[in-house]
């Protein structure tokens, strides 16, 4: 083997399992503590929403300029940079709640985990090999399904356990129950967030990075090359599409709890915070049979049938009774599940060169987490929260219309397809 040849690495792998895994627990918190915010705080829909929005804005600040950090300093000090900042917000909040410090942390906590984004992709590419590429890309999402999935529960643990009588002898209560102010047991779930970051920032400081060797078309590249990919017509309908789908997936799990709240009178600290961790769940399960699907239908047609679902999950969600909508908005995050995937692929394949800078681009779309989260708080305000999400409906409409007008250059590989390459 040549001496320049990266070092597979399963340990570097892990680490990079482990790097989604938390990113997805400090990302997902939001929606099931919007009921306690508002409580806690005293917020309109318009003021939680800017949580959520200061959040998100952070990718649409941060991915470009991260990617361009990474070309010049590399992976682990990146990485280190930014597990530091999503240190500083989760340790700023716990230890000054209040809404106004609340947005700094979640603004400091976007940055880090925009950054970290960046950083892990091409390391995981290197560590597991570009043959296993794919399958270690699969593995990450299901990880990052997963810590969704598990972050509502910490929440209720310690929501359910902090100033309880007789719980004081439970793994952490008894410490919590001294850190966190009266009355606001969940400002506890960053208190834990802190810890864990800190624990990663340990973990980096021992950890030996492979060389990640980019080739021309994976660089960030600089401002006019961004600047180049904007005049393509097709660069900013994909944009607009990794802007609807995140705006559409945030708008979603930020306010399952606080809507079956306000119209069906349900706990959002136990069935609120259920529902959202089924919302992250599901969204798991639909990633695979979505990935069985795409060996036997082309993409779009994939695309087509799991938003059509998810219009017809969400309009049930909106105006079924309440048992319905505990179906319906989990169920939601199901339909959602291959959104992300098949517009990234059929948008990175939409183009022949500057891979790169366009994944950057695509990237800095994630500021629809912010975006429509706040119309949604904003329109509720002043109509009421189900005419609020409303606005998931033009967002659907337009993921749905990806896969009417996708023209890719390369299309998903099928076993039709596979065994027509054979016999030829």
Not at 64 to 70: D, I, T
Not at 88 to 103: E, H, N, S
Not at 198 to 212: E, I, Q, S
């Amino acid at each position: 083997m040549n001496d320049n040849t990266p070092r597979r690495s399963a340990g570097m792998v892990a680490l990079v399992l482990l790097t989604f895994f938390v990113i997805s627990l400090l990302t997902n918190i939001v929606g099931p503590l919007v009921p306690d915010i508002i409580r806690s705080f005293d917020l309109s829909l318009t003021l939680v929403a800017l949580l959520p929005f200061a959040f998100f804005i952070a990718y649409g600040v941060m991915s470009v300029p991260a990617g361009m950090l990474l070309d010049r300093f590399r992976e682990k000090p990146v990485m280190a940079g930014a597990f530091a900042a999503a240190f500083a917000g989760a340790l700023l909040f716990a230890a000054r709640p209040g809404y106004p410090t609340a947005i700094v942390s979640l603004f400091l906590i976007g940055a880090g985990m925009a950054a970290l984004q960046v950083a892990i992709n091409p390391l995981l590419r290197v560590a597991g090999g570009e043959e296993h590429y794919a399958f270690n890309s699969v593995l990450a999402q299901l990880v990052f399904g997963g810590a969704s999935f598990l972050s509502p529960f910490i929440y209720t643990y310690f929501v359910g356990n902090i100033g309880r009588p007789g719980a004081e002898g439970r793994p952490l209560i008894g410490l919590m129950t001294r850190l966190v102010p009266p009355g606001l047991p969940w400002v506890s779930v960053y208190w834990v967030f802190a810890a864990l970051v800190l624990a990663m920032l340990a973990v980096l400081a021992v950890v030996r990075f492979p060389a990640v060797v980019r080739k021309e078309d994976e660089r960030a590249g600089g401002w006019a090359a961004h600047r180049a990919l904007f005049k393509n017509r097709a660069v900013l309908l994909y944009f607009l599409g990794i802007f609807a789908y995140v705006g559409t997936e945030q708008g979603v799990a930020n306010w399952i709890s606080q809507f079956l709240l306000a119209y069906h009178r349900y706990d959002p600290r136990t069935v609120g915070a259920g529902r959202v961790s089924l919302f992250w769940g599901l969204m798991t399960v639909g990633g695979i049979l979505g990935l069985v699907l795409l060996k036997f239908l082309d993409s779009r047609k994939v695309l087509l049938g799991f938003t059509a679902a998810a219009l017809v999950f969400l309009t049930l969600a909106l105006f079924g009774p309440g048992p319905i909508a505990l179906i319906m908005f989990p169920l939601v995050g199901f339909a959602a599940s291959v959104m992300w995937p098949v517009i990234f692929s059929l948008a990175l394949n939409s183009v022949d060169s500057r891979h790169g800078p366009f994944s950057g681009i695509l990237c800095t779309g994630i500021v629809g987490g912010a975006l429509v989260p706040l119309a949604i708080g904003r329109l509720g305000d002043l109509f009421g929260l189900r005419q609020g999400m409303f606005v998931l409906y033009p967002a659907l409409a337009y993921v749905l219309s990806i896969g009417l007008w996708a023209r890719p250059l390369v299309a998903n590989e099928t076993f039709a397809m596979r065994k027509r390459k054979g016999a030829a």
